[in-house]
T-cell receptor, first 112, second 114 residues
Framework: DAKTTQPNSMESNEEEPVHLPCNHS???????IHWYRQLPSQGPEYVIH???SNVNNRMASLAIAEDRKSSTLILHRATLRDAAVYYC?????????????FGKGTKLSVKP | KAGVTQTPRYLIKTRGQQVTLSCSPI?????VSWYQQTPGQGLQFLFE???????NKGNFPGRFSGRQFSNSRSEMNVSTLELGDSALYLC?????????????FGQGTRLTVV
């Protein structure tokens, strides 16, 4: 299964942008890059996903490197509610099993 | 639109017993996945169902089983419970079986085995 590497933890100040990196050097051409986050005592929550092009939605932006070996989740203005564990996941139903394979994720702390 | 509903929210069972957990997906969603979350192993995939058929299965012993009904509701069963089965069990639903769609997770069922 294609694996991802993320920093264990990151800190941010409230109302500042946050860039969460993810390395996936063994990504295949058909792997989608998904991001989920998990707030304390809740189930994971979908954030964004993409294949090759950068993606934007109301929650965040996803910047995908040209060679697709890395990506960055961008929170434009961090709020206290964004404090969570962020998971970068590769998914390809034509590949291994297609399920969401969660790594350890990045624990984001947001300081007021 | 109601979210993914998992019942019960909390459960305490004795070692050796069996347990059944239920998941009602978002209306119209046909794919349901199950995950186990523990402090030591993190989030691990159990199985995924689409249109009443198991499409994928994770690396768990045969004591873990599941099924999906024609209305897309799903149940998972764990037989001969062990202390190590204590975990948060999460269910996720998706509109269809695809790598190009998001999954919506429920709040989970917290199972404690004593």
């Amino acid at each position: 299964d294609a694996k991802t590497t993320q920093p264990n933890s990151m800190e941010s100040n409230e109302e500042e942008p946050v860039h969460l990196p993810c390395n996936h050097s063994t990504i295949s051409g058909t792997d989608y890059i998904h991001w989920y986050r998990q707030l304390p005592s809740q189930g994971p929550e979908y954030v964004i996903h993409g294949l090759t092009s950068n993606v934007n939605n109301r929650m965040a932006s996803l910047a995908i490197a040209e060679d697709r070996k890395s990506s960055t989740l961008i929170l434009h203005r961090a709020t206290l509610r964004d404090a969570a564990v962020y998971y970068c996941i590769l998914r390809d139903l034509r590949g291994s099993q297609g399920n969401l394979i969660f790594g350890k994720g990045t624990k984001l702390s947001v300081k007021p | 639109k109601a979210g993914v509903t998992q019942t019960p929210r909390y459960l305490i069972k004795t070692r050796g017993q069996q347990v059944t957990l239920s998941c009602s997906p978002i209306s119209g969603h046909r794919s349901v996945s199950w995950y186990q979350q523990t402090p030591g192993q993190g989030l691990q995939f159990l199985f995924e169902y689409f249109s009443e058929t198991q499409r994928n299965k994770g690396n768990f012993p045969g004591r873990f089983s599941g099924r999906q009904f024609s209305n897309s509701r799903s149940e998972m069963n764990v037989s001969t419970l062990e202390l190590g089965d204590s975990a948060l069990y999460l269910c996720a639903s998706s509109p269809w079986y695809s790598d190009n769609t998001e999954a919506f997770f429920g709040q989970g069922t917290r199972l404690t085995v004593v």
